[in-house]
């Protein structure tokens, strides 16, 4: 998941706060949750959302963006 995480900060825009992000993350309460993800990005005024949507919204998310998916595998975070 942080790798993940990583991948997206630096697309972002963000790399010089991946050091900070760990931090938060792995001392976050629901670690490793997915709350976990979105609270630690709100801390560092990483803008972001979690919501379910249709298959149908996909065309209105941005170009980059994380989704949690469930997989035969179990839920995977990916970056899209």
Do not use: C
Request: glycine share 2%.
């Amino acid at each position: 998941m942080l790798k993940i995480v990583h991948e997206y900060l630096n697309k972002s825009g963000y790399s010089n706060l991946k050091e900070e992000y760990e931090d938060l993350f792995f001392s976050h309460p629901n670690y490793p949750s997915l709350f976990a993800v979105t609270d630690s990005l709100d801390s560092l005024a990483i803008e972001n959302i979690a919501a379910r949507i249709d298959k149908a919204q996909l065309d209105e998310l941005p170009n980059l963006f994380l989704a949690f998916i469930d997989t035969n595998e179990g839920n995977q975070l990916v970056l899209i």
